[in-house]
């Protein structure tokens, strides 16, 4: 089903939204290096600037993880693939995970969406990850010990999977069956991505739980600077043209503004602060002198 138009004088944009957040027009996506704090290059007397090196545009209503395989490629066709890519919890799935290092060699450094089973939402019951997969025998077995009776890989909505139902027979009589599911038909049935997938996806949840892990992704925070760089800088968030290609053209001249203004500072010795103070911590900083 094709976005309805938002606009009787732009056919390109979009409808978009996030979260309490809506608006018409186009998404921007923005790359940029992240090397981490620490000192400078033995020839430079501040750091090394972050440089975008990837400006990709949308419609708005293009979901994020649309667009992680598109940069992949784009990056690849300039050289410029990095080792690990850190991104917002919006672009990564479980297939991609898996996906972007086998085909690029690239680990993603991302938080992946926790699971929104019922009994994982409630916090009571056993949800997937109670469940034991053995992907050699096709089968899988519950935290009561049960075995699966069947195994069935299909494909849902352009994804592949593997169902794996539990009897009734064994299900039906469970003294824990409340807590495993409140199903009509008295069984269990869970849905697992395949092998690969599922193991990167499980160890993916597993290490992001880590103070290591967490420490490691607060690189990706440099982003969020960039972005408000483009806003105050280029006025990054109002399309002055008509059109996904103009407006594609204009990000690319507000990356290639803010990496000028970051090359120069740095040519000169002048470290930029990308930090932000609000209105309210200036207020009290004046105050206070």
């Known amino acids: 089903m094709t976005p309805e138009f938002a606009s009787p004088y732009d056919t390109d944009a979009r409808c978009g939204g996030k979260r309490d957040t809506f608006w018409n027009g186009y998404k921007v996506h923005v790359s940029e290096t992240c090397e981490r704090p620490g000192t400078p290059p033995a020839d430079a007397t501040v750091p090394r600037p972050n440089l975008i090196t990837n400006v990709a545009t949308?419609?708005?209503?293009?979901?994020?993880?649309?667009?992680?395989?598109?940069?992949?490629?784009?990056?690849?066709?300039?050289?410029?693939?990095?080792?690990?890519?850190?991104?917002?919890?919006?672009?990564?799935?479980?297939?991609?995970?898996?996906?972007?290092?086998?085909?690029?060699?690239?680990?993603?450094?991302?938080?992946?969406?926790?699971d929104h089973s019922p009994q994982a939402r409630a916090g009571t019951g056993f949800d997937?990850?109670?469940?034991?997969i053995d992907f050699d025998r096709e089968q899988a077995t519950c935290p009561q010990g049960q075995t699966s009776s069947s195994w069935n890989p299909v494909t849902?909505?352009?994804?592949?999977?593997?169902?794996?139902t539990f009897a009734t027979a064994?299900?039906?009589?469970?003294?824990?069956?409340?807590?495993?599911?409140?199903?009509?038909?008295?069984?269990?049935?869970?849905?697992?991505?395949?092998r690969a997938v599922h193991e990167a996806q499980r160890a993916a949840r597993a290490d992001q739980e880590t103070k290591d892990w967490q420490a490691k992704y607060a690189?990706?925070?440099g982003v969020e600077?960039?972005?408000?760089?483009g806003i105050a800088v280029t006025d990054l968030r109002h399309a002055r043209y008509r059109g996904l290609a103009k407006t594609h053209l204009q990000h690319v001249f507000s990356a290639v503004a803010l990496n000028l203004i970051r090359l120069d500072a740095w040519w000169n010795g002048h470290p930029l602060d990308r930090t932000r103070?609000?209105?309210?911590?200036r207020l009290e900083l004046a105050l206070a002198a």
């Not at 849902?156 to 794996?164: A, C, E």
């Not at 600077?225 to 760089?229: A, H, S, V």
């Not at 103070?277 to 911590?281: A, E, K, R």
């Open 156 to 164: 849902q909505r352009g994804t592949d999977t593997i169902v794996i």
């Open 128 to 132: 997937r990850a109670a469940f034991t």
């Open 58 to 114: 949308t419609d708005a209503s293009v979901p994020d993880v649309a667009m992680t395989e598109p940069i992949h490629q784009a990056l690849d066709g300039r050289g410029l693939l990095p080792g690990e890519h850190y991104l917002d919890s919006g672009y990564p799935s479980a297939e991609l995970m898996s996906g972007s290092l086998a085909d690029f060699g690239i680990t993603l450094i991302t938080p992946l969406l926790a």
């Open 225 to 229: 600077g960039t972005i408000r760089q």
């Open 277 to 281: 103070t609000s209105h309210l911590t």
């Open 170 to 194: 064994t299900c039906g009589p469970c003294p824990v069956r409340e807590q495993c599911t409140t199903s009509r038909t008295r069984r269990r049935q869970i849905t697992v991505h395949p």
């Open 219 to 221: 690189l990706r925070a």
